[in-house]
């Protein structure tokens, strides 16, 4: 099964970015979605669905609010999910 975790862009560098899930922050591949939008603007402070380093699409906050809630919920009753949310640290 293959899982994207929305994360929230902190930092561009290139088509690198530094993204922020659950207040662990990921290095991330912008290369899929580009580092600006289609007006050209930054995507920093977008929020992305992240998978193994690569943005692999670009969501809107509600829906990335609503996922992430959905994946916490998970976490009760799945901890394997953690690693998904906080890094495989925890």
Avoid: Y
């Amino acid at each position: 099964m293959c899982i994207g975790v929305p994360g929230q862009i902190q930092s561009i560098e290139g088509h690198q970015a530094k993204v922020e899930v659950c207040g662990v922050l990921r290095d991330v591949d912008l290369t899929l979605v580009g580092n600006v939008d289609e007006q050209g603007h930054s995507r920093l402070g977008q929020w992305v669905l992240v998978h193994v380093g690569f943005a692999m699409s670009m969501i809107d906050e509600e829906e990335a609010r609503d996922t992430l809630a959905a994946l916490q919920n998970m976490f009760e009753v799945e901890p394997d999910v953690g690693a998904l949310l906080f890094g495989e640290e925890r």
